[in-house]
C-alpha cells in the first residue's frame, strides 16, 4: 500500500509560478513511474507529466517548457515546477502511482 499526499496548490495570478510536492509513504517508489495529472471543472482528467522509472520526462504539449518534473527518490518525492501559470491551468491536480493516486491540490490561477 503506497499513500500519496499533494501540497503546494493554491489560488495565483497569471504569470505566476508554484511548485507542488507529492509525497509518497508505505513504500518506497523508487523505480517506479510517478505521473501528475490534472482535472479541470467540467473537464476529463489529463495527463500533465511523467517522471519514469529510469528519470525520464515527459509532458503534455501544453505545459512544455512550462512545468518540469523531477524526483527525489531519498525523500520519496516528486515534484512539479509550474511557471507562467494562465486560467487554463485552474484544476485539481493529482499525482500518480499506479494504481495508487492522491487526494489532489487546486490550483486556482486568476487573470
Known amino acids: 500500500q503506497v499513500q500519496l499526499l499533494e501540497s503546494g496548490g493554491g489560488l495565483v495570478q497569471a504569470g505566476a509560478s508554484l511548485r507542488l510536492s507529492c509525497s509518497a509513504s508505505?513504500?518506497?517508489?523508487?523505480?517506479?513511474?510517478v505521473t501528475w495529472y490534472r482535472r479541470a471543472p467540467g473537464k476529463e482528467r489529463e495527463f500533465v507529466a511523467v517522471?519514469?522509472?529510469?528519470?525520464?520526462?515527459y509532458y503534455t504539449n501544453s505545459v512544455k517548457g512550462r512545468f518540469t518534473i523531477s524526483r527525489d527518490d531519498a525523500q520519496e518525492t516528486v515534484y512539479l515546477e509550474m511557471t507562467s501559470l494562465n486560467p487554463e491551468d485552474t484544476a485539481m491536480y493529482c499525482c500518480?502511482?499506479?494504481?495508487?493516486w492522491g487526494p489532489g491540490t487546486q490550483i486556482t490561477v486568476s487573470s
Open positions: 508505505g513504500r518506497s517508489f523508487s523505480g517506479y513511474p
Open positions: 517522471s519514469t522509472k529510469s528519470g525520464q520526462t
Open positions: 500518480n502511482i499506479d494504481p495508487y
